[in-house]
């Protein structure tokens, strides 16, 4: 039976909102009734999702829909707690704190007496070192920043039931040591660093790449991964060069979001791209934070990635090429990677032609993780296509497509394919 279209309309719009704002929602409730009722939370989030659905159809949005979920929310969280038996010794004082719940007031709370941030509070918390730094880093992506099991995936090269069954255990594992999350004293911030950081870069490729739906970009969610990471590089106890590096990274990726779509929204390929359209804003604090991570002798390879990205966002009009294979090189010897590896074979095919970056992709066939990467194949099909292989390239597309679900990169590789398909007919 088709969906009525009230109730798609109102599955979009929730969906959405969900999005962008469930980790918000997470932690903003997490800091009122404590994290050891994350899972409580979480339930009572998605109470509010379902009910939602329900109503929306048929008594309209709310003027506030963001303030009318975590409500929800709130009120079947007290809901629960007022049955628990342990409720008569913290009811009053959860009950007061509960009613000055704000919509979305990501300020009001302290972190560890110093920072006041409900979101990040999260981040670090699910940055508990009894879990492996994977895990870590795959919890912080699902309950702080509000990814669904496929994004999470994404983010790991993994299948979405490997991850589903990797965020299972690490749940497990916290429950079987008996630890129950909370907001880490400023003295136990450095350990939980590094996964930390991994959460909030991933978050942001998440947002520049969405892996489905109708959004190229999804600049709210890149915004709050910069927002998260400059309070981290403010703070005297996690400021370290390697986050201001991260932070260069972000920012100079940033500057370019606006010049990736056309007037219609559509994909737009760097050398397509208008560059008086970037963000010299964003770029000028870049460079301040590329200078602060200059400090000591680490070189971390978020300092190399945001050396990679300063090559585009500070060119006036052709990107160094050399420079950035260089780089690639520095960073696959510190820290190979599969995905490393196709961005330098991919850069490479842009300084020597594209002959040698399809050889240098092709290289990588055998690596497991860039089987299923859209990205590989996609970029066979731009190397091929410039060769003149008409018919090769739009097989490579046709590859890329069958393992994409964004929905304008789909178009775009859709537009490849029937131009080499053409050509090929030509």
């Known amino acids: 039976m088709k969906e009525p279209p009230a109730a798609h309309a109102t599955r979009e719009d929730v969906d959405h909102l969900f999005r962008r704002h469930a980790g918000q929602m997470v932690a903003t409730l997490c800091r009122i009734f404590g994290f050891d009722q994350l899972d409580a939370v979480e339930d009572a989030v998605q109470d509010a999702l379902l009910l939602a659905l329900r109503r929306w159809p048929f008594q ?38 509960a009613a000055a719940v704000p919509g979305f007031d990501t300020g009001a709370a302290s972190f560890g007496g110093e920072l006041r941030d409900d979101a990040l509070a999260l981040v670090f918390a699910c940055c508990h070192p009894a879990l492996p730094a994977p895990a870590q880093v795959a919890l912080t992506l699902k309950t702080a920043c509000g990814f669904g099991v496929p994004e999470v995936a994404r983010a790991f090269l993994v299948g979405e039931e ?89 920012l100079f990726q940033a500057s370019r979001l606006r010049a990736r779509r056309d007037a219609a929204g559509e994909l737009l390929l760097l050398a397509e791209q208008d560059r008086g359209l970037w963000d010299q804003a964003l770029v000028a604090r870049g460079l301040g934070h590329l200078r602060a991570s200059a400090r000591g002798d680490l070189l971390s390879t978020y300092h190399l990635e945001a050396e990679i990205a300063a090559c585009h966002a500070m060119a006036a009009d052709t990107t160094d090429w050399a420079r950035v294979v260089h780089l690639y090189d520095l960073l696959l010897a510190r820290h190979p990677s599969p995905v490393a590896a196709l961005n330098r074979a991919i850069a490479l095919g842009q300084r020597d032609g594209a002959r040698a970056g399809l050889d240098a992709v092709d290289a990588l066939a055998g690596q497991r993780p860039l089987r299923a990467y859209a990205s590989r194949h996609a970029a066979r099909g731009f190397f091929l296509a410039r060769l003149g292989h008409s018919a090769e390239a739009a097989a490579a597309w046709d590859e890329a497509l069958a393992l994409t679900s964004n929905e304008p990169l789909r178009r775009f590789l859709a537009r490849q394919r029937d131009e080499a398909r053409r050509a090929r007919q030509s």
């Not at 963001?66 to 010794?89: G, P």
């Not at 003295?187 to 998440?206: G, H, I, S, T, V």
């Not at 790449?209 to 403010?234: K, N, S, T, W, Y």
């Open 60 to 97: 309209g949005r709310p003027d506030n829909p963001r303030a009318w979920l975590i409500q929800v929310a709130k009120n079947r969280l007290l809901d629960r707690l007022r049955r628990a038996t342990r409720w008569e010794r913290r009811g009053a004082d959860l009950e007061r704190a």
């Open 162 to 250: 490997a991850m589903a069954q990797r965020l299972v255990r690490a749940r497990q594992r916290l429950r079987e040591a008996g630890v129950a999350l909370s907001i880490p004293a400023a003295a136990e911030l450095p350990p939980r660093l590094d996964a930390a950081l991994a959460a909030l870069y991933l978050m942001f490729n998440e947002g520049y790449a969405p892996h489905a739906g109708e959004d190229l970009v999804r600049e709210d969610v890149c915004r709050e991964a910069i927002r998260l990471a400059e309070l981290v590089a403010d703070h005297p106890a996690t400021g370290a060069p390697l986050v201001h590096a991260l932070c260069a990274l972000l």
